[in-house]
């Protein structure tokens, strides 16, 4: 299935019009700005009245990196206690297809990028993607492809820019080959106050860093690090692996894996012995955009960053 928030709205299935629509946002939202009221009843009409049986839908999956194409299989439905409440109201749909972000160009990323919950996919984004499942090749696209979405207030702007940055940022990441996002890594735990020992090519024994306060993990903490960067996720029997390789009480485990971890891999962290922290993707980059500033030149050659500064 897929489905949507806006959960103050409550059930908004007997409304036909997207005045009723704005006005039920007027209602539930009204510290918000008029221009956030249109944005969240034009998605809720799009999903609730607009969208059609049979109609093609786009979702994206973050762990994976994979656009997931489906089609609309019912008309909307409102059920309280789905997903906790958090998203009540859905549609069935049976998922067909997916392609990965990683064989699509940058304008076709672009325009999938927006902070919408809900928006239509732009014609050539469309053709691109449909071409990348049929296996020719995509058509040219357009320089500046606009989505047919509502226009954004500055804060949902600030929003959408920063999500595509995130997205623009995991790219740059992904196309780093093994051993540079292995020293990426270090040089993040470099730049949160740590000296450390990149273990050389080879068996690691599941040690790819040790970062401790002298470097040499004499000293405590002592965190030790294995990196994947892979696509796939990694399992419970992944970490069990690590873990056998952390001596307690004193070490620390930082598992990082571009292609995040499985919800038993999850599991199997917290109720381990030794204190162990399993980092993907999104984990990453929150952490380099905090401590970017002191990282070193050689770590911020592999990812190059610029600061952008926004109206407060």
């Given amino acids: 299935m897929a489905a949507i928030g806006f959960i103050e709205a409550d059930n908004t299935l007997a409304l036909k019009t997207r ?21 969240a009843a034009g998605q809720m009409f799009r999903f609730v009245q607009e969208m059609r049986v049979g109609d093609r839908l786009v979702t994206y999956d973050n762990a994976r ?32 297809n997916e392609v990965s972000r990683d064989t699509l160009s940058v304008t076709a990323r672009n325009s999938l990028g927006s902070v919408l919950t809900l928006f239509k996919v732009p014609a050539d984004t469309v053709a691109e993607m449909e071409a990348r499942m049929s296996g020719t090749t995509p058509p ?9 979405g509502e226009r954004l207030d500055e804060e949902d702007l600030l929003q959408d820019l920063q999500a595509r940055s995130h997205e623009f940022i995991k790219d740059r990441i992904s196309r780093l080959d093994w051993a540079q996002m292995q020293h990426l890594v270090a040089g993040l735990l470099r730049a949160m106050g740590y000296k450390t020992r990149v273990s050389p090519s080879g068996p690691d024994r599941g040690k790819d860093i040790v970062a401790s306060p002298d470097g040499f993990g004499f000293e405590q903490p002592r965190i030790v690090v294995e990196v994947k960067h892979r696509s796939e996720q ?10 056998a390789v952390l001596r307690p009480p004193g070490d620390k485990g930082l598992y990082v894996s571009t292609g995040g971890f499985s919800r038993d891999a999850y599991y199997e962290a917290e109720r381990a012995a030794c204190p162990i922290t399993l980092m993907n993707l999104d984990d ?17 050659v592999l990812l190059p960053l610029r600061r952008i500064y926004w109206p407060a």
């Fill in 284 to 300: 990453l980059v929150e952490a380099i955009l905090e401590h970017y500033e002191n990282m070193d030149l050689d770590t911020r």
């Fill in 19 to 39: 005045d009723a629509f704005f006005k039920r946002m007027q209602d539930v939202y009204p510290q918000d700005s008029r221009a956030k009221q249109a944005n």
């Fill in 234 to 243: 990694m399992g419970s029997q992944a970490v069990r692996s690590f873990l």
């Fill in 65 to 96: 990196r994979s656009y997931l194409i489906g089609r609309v299989a019912s008309d909307a439905a409102y059920n309280p206690a789905l997903f906790d409440g958090e998203f009540r109201t859905f549609r069935k749909v049976e998922w067909l």
């Fill in 140 to 148: 040219p696209s357009a320089e500046s492809p606009e989505s047919e």
